[in-house]
């Protein structure tokens, strides 16, 4: 396990909390999410795109087959991601065993969590359409 996914993560896996959402705080977010930003930035950032996080979201782990046939599959990681590093995200790539579905892996290095609105997004886009049309 990563030290920062565990930390970064323990508010939605803590099992003494009743409460169905969580809401992250700006240090959080900025530790964890928009790494790249000042923390003014990041402050923005929250107010204008964050909503809480759901607590359901490790439950539905559970319910994946990783060996059962599925549709196409691309995970995206982000080097400098603290919230889900991506080691942990070739894993969960690696986790899908079944020969006759595609999984890809790609890891962009210097993007973050926020990976989609950090400078430079359309790389990753253009990535992700010629990964679509091949």
């Known amino acids: 396990l990563d030290w920062n996914f565990i930390v970064s993560n323990l508010q939605l896996l803590n099992p ?3 409460a169905p959402t969580v809401w992250m705080s ?4 900025h530790t964890y999410v928009t790494n790249d930003l000042t923390f003014e930035e990041t402050k923005a950032f929250r107010a204008r795109y964050t909503l809480p996080s759901s607590k359901q ?4 782990i559970e319910a994946i087959d990783f060996a059962k046939p599925h ?3 691309l995970f995206i990681a982000g080097g ?4 889900q590093p991506a080691k942990i995200n070739l894993k969960n790539a690696k986790a899908y065993t079944d020969k006759t579905s595609q999984v890809d892996y790609k890891c962009f290095a210097e993007r973050t ?3 989609l609105n950090q400078t430079g997004w359309q790389d990753v886009a253009d990535y992700i ?6």
């Open 26 to 29: 700006d240090k959080w977010y």
């Open 57 to 60: 979201v490790s439950k539905t």
């Open 16 to 18: 003494l909390s009743k």
């Open 80 to 83: 400098a991601d603290k919230s």
């Open 113 to 115: 969590h926020n990976t």
């Open 71 to 73: 549709a196409l599959l």
């Open 129 to 134: 359409c010629q990964w679509v049309e091949s």
